[in-house]
């Protein structure tokens, strides 16, 4: 079965740090761009970042640089999300999407193919 599978959510305090992973299933990732977003409740989805497939170029949103990284291990088919110093506003669920190619938006969420089911994290004391 085709799917992506977020994990690494949770709770964590304000300055805390989290890694996200999203991980392939049924097909290889090297050649597929991936996207985070993440949706808070009320408001709509917001591009976090993206890694373009064959060791494509990565880009994050402003809320994002300097604290969150973007990585990929194509042997174990996962991309990973390192999120540090996380504020409150970080608060969402976080999804990944996926598309083949070597470019990756974090403007244009239609154009990914595939979405993960989310992963929830929490910024709170």
């Known amino acids: 079965q085709v799917q992506l599978v977020e994990s690494g959510g949770g709770l964590v305090q304000p300055g805390g740090s989290l890694r996200l992973s999203c991980t392939t299933s049924g097909f290889t990732l090297e050649p597929y761009s991936i996207g985070w977003f993440r949706q808070a409740p009320g408001k709509g989805r917001e591009g976090v970042s993206c890694?373009?497939?064959?060791?494509?170029?990565?880009n994050y949103a402003g809320s994002a640089k300097g604290r969150f990284t973007i990585s990929r291990d194509n042997a174990k088919n996962t991309v990973y999300l390192q999120m540090n110093s996380l504020k409150p506003e970080d608060t969402a669920v976080y999804y990944c999407a996926t598309r083949e190619g070597n470019r990756c938006s974090i403007k244009e969420p239609r154009w990914y193919d595939l979405w993960g089911q989310g992963t929830q994290v929490t910024v709170a004391s």
């Open positions: 890694i373009g497939g064959n060791n494509g170029s990565s």
